[in-house]
């Protein structure tokens, strides 16, 4: 028994284990599938990107050619050859003439080995010298590069300026590989070259260079060149997602460009990684893998840079990765457990904000409507306390007629009135609506219920308000927040047009496919199309600092929204037009 217990325990333990073989072999298979498809998109994205850089250098070379060749830069008179016969000055340390002129040491500066130039020699160092203000710019565009600079047979003008002694030129400077390989006989088709990596003579550490040849009639004048240093291609490999691996950039000749291992990148010298049978084949892999011992090698090329990106994929890593998933798959689950509920958390903060914001708008209209609504309480009480003192001057002298009487009662009871629909409007405007359900109202009364409140201020403000047939309709809403959308509006308005020569406000309504559009249009010049999509952005402002929250609109937008609409500004006109669109029941 105990022999059958022990045998089936094996016969149910290798099942097991084929099971798990199997399980692990589909797995396995599925996954590097997936891992594979993934590292060979991120790998030809990042090439992607190396030929959009390698595109904006080759624009600029090619803008510097063109510059450089242009007979016109060639006509300053500022550059006549007894200008250089005088500035040009020999520095006996360094055994090179340089040019002294301070008009030239802002945009670089110039090294020369013949003696005093001829006529010829000095136009070439003319159109060089016209090409400081296009250096300057260059490396503008391109802050991380060290240098950019243009090479003669026998100078050098260089941006930024560099003192002779750090550098010069010199027969090393033409013997150098960006030169070289742009001689007629060398790079023939004259298109962009990129070096093998050096290090910079001037200190700058380990670099690559880009240049390009330079003819003028079709006869060879020198090279227009820009440095990388390796350290910025090294800081975007970095911020790359392949962390799991080495991953480095070679040229065509096998040479090491940067990797994300920093031992790699530590040395001074070139390194040559891969073998001359190495590169072919990788040349001839279409499917882009070389498999190795423990590991796979994804790679994918650069033609424009003459590079080739590769990932080294360690293997056992990634089968312990598979063993462990269902550890991983709990930690998986926890943490979306984790994340909804802060999502849940957020969600409600948000909403509890964005009503707190809405609350906030509605106060800021509040106050600054306060002075204007104050005024008008303020006009019918002046006429009850007058009336009110007639009728009282009246009784006490016994001349008190019941005509008198009436008419006075009547106007103290309208004003009365008046002062109760202010305060009842201005009441239910500050109630916090977001804690109501929402309710059908006539679009009228809430439009009235606007003016009530922006009343003074449309008087005060020397603008002539006008506003459309009203449409008879209901709409399901909180009707103080569209009071408080439409009063944000109007508030813009009269904000916008208060220093212009015409000064008008006008409210249209069109009714279209069951929804009710509300046009708030003035006579302010627009909204500049630069800043067009910035306006609904919460906190931000058109107005001078201190006089806007720059959360109205912002607010407004969302309050529509919040009713199944809208709030959008109207472009391609010639005023200023916001339209806020509602639904109707």
């Known amino acids: 028994m105990k022999k059958l217990m022990l045998l089936k325990f094996k016969h149910l333990l ?28 991120s790998l030809l994205s990042r090439a992607k990107e190396f030929e959009i850089e390698n595109e904006r250098f080759s624009d600029l070379l090619q803008y510097a050619n063109a510059f450089f060749v242009s007979d ?23 055994k090179v003439f340089e040019l002294a002129s301070p008009i030239l040491n802002p945009i670089g500066s110039l090294t020369y080995t013949g003696k005093i130039p001829v006529e010829s020699k000095i136009q070439e160092i003319k159109r060089s010298l016209a090409l400081g203000p296009i250096f300057k710019k260059a490396l503008e565009l391109f802050p991380k590069s060290p240098w950019v600079y243009y090479t003669s047979s026998d100078f050098i003008y260089i941006y930024p300026a560099v003192n002779p002694h750090e550098f010069k030129f010199s027969n090393e400077t033409i013997a150098s590989e960006f030169y070289q390989k742009n001689l007629p006989t060398v790079n023939t088709t004259r298109e962009t070259i990129w070096t093998n990596p050096y290090y910079d003579l001037a200190g700058k550490g380990m670099m690559i260079t880009t240049s390009m040849p330079v003819y003028i009639k079709n006869k060879f004048q020198g090279t227009l060149s820009i440095d990388v240093v390796l350290s910025e291609i090294n800081k975007k490999i970095n911020m790359s997602s392949f962390t799991d691996g080495k991953l480095f950039i070679i040229n065509n000749e096998g040479n090491l460009i940067t990797s994300n291992n920093d031992l790699l990148n530590m040395s001074n010298k070139v390194q040559h990684l891969f073998s001359s049978q190495q590169l072919r084949e990788l040349n001839n892999d279409d499917d882009h893998i070389i498999n190795r011992f423990n590991s796979i090698v994804f790679f994918t090329s650069v033609p424009s840079f003459n590079f080739y990106i590769l990932y080294e994929f360690k293997l056992l890593p990634f089968v312990a990765g598979i063993i462990l998933k269902q550890i991983f798959s709990l930690i998986f689950i926890i943490t979306i457990i984790f994340f909804f509920t802060y999502w849940w958390i957020t969600k409600k903060l948000q909403t509890q904000t964005e009503a707190d914001n809405i609350y906030k708008n509605k106060l800021i209209s509040m106050a600054e409507l306060s002075g204007g609504i104050a ?56 109630r916090n609506d977001n804690t109501d359900l929402k309710e059908r109202f006539l679009l009228e009364e809430i439009i009235h219920d606007t003016l009530l409140l922006c009343e003074h201020r449309i008087k005060n403000n020397d603008a002539k308000l006008t506003i459309d047939k009203i449409p008879q309709i209901k709409i399901n809403c909180h009707p103080h927040q569209i009071v408080q ?12 047009i208060v220093n212009l020569e015409e000064r008008w406000v006008n409210i249209s309504f069109q009714v279209e496919n069951k929804k009710i559009k509300i046009f708030v249009n003035d006579s302010g010049r627009g909204v500049k199309k630069d800043i067009q999509d910035k306006i609904f952005e919460p906190f931000y402002s058109t107005k001078p600092h201190g006089q806007g929250s720059g959360i109205g609109l912002s607010i407004s937008k969302r309050i529509a929204q919040y009713h199944n609409g809208d709030l959008i500004l109207i472009k391609n006109v010639n005023n200023t037009s916001f339209c806020l669109i509602l639904p109707i029941d």
């Open 14 to 41: 290798l099942v097991s284990i084929f099971i798990w073989l199997v399980i692990f072999t589909f797995e396995f298979n599925s996954l590097y599938k997936h891992t594979a498809n993934i590292i060979n998109r």
């Open 72 to 94: 016109t830069i060639i006509q300053n008179e500022n550059y006549s050859s007894n200008y250089f016969k005088t500035h040009f000055k020999y520095n006996s340390n360094e």
């Open 375 to 430: 005024h008008e309480i303020n006009n019918p009480l002046t006429v009850i306390l007058g009336r009110t003192r007639q009728l009282k001057r009246k009784n006490d002298k016994n001349e008190l007629s019941p005509t008198d009487l009436n008419e006075n009662l009547n106007l103290i009871i309208n004003s009365s009135e008046r002062i109760s629909k202010i305060i009842t409007t201005l009441k239910n405007f500050s």
């Open 485 to 496: 959308v439409v009063i944000n509006l109007i508030n813009n308005s009269f904000d916008a």
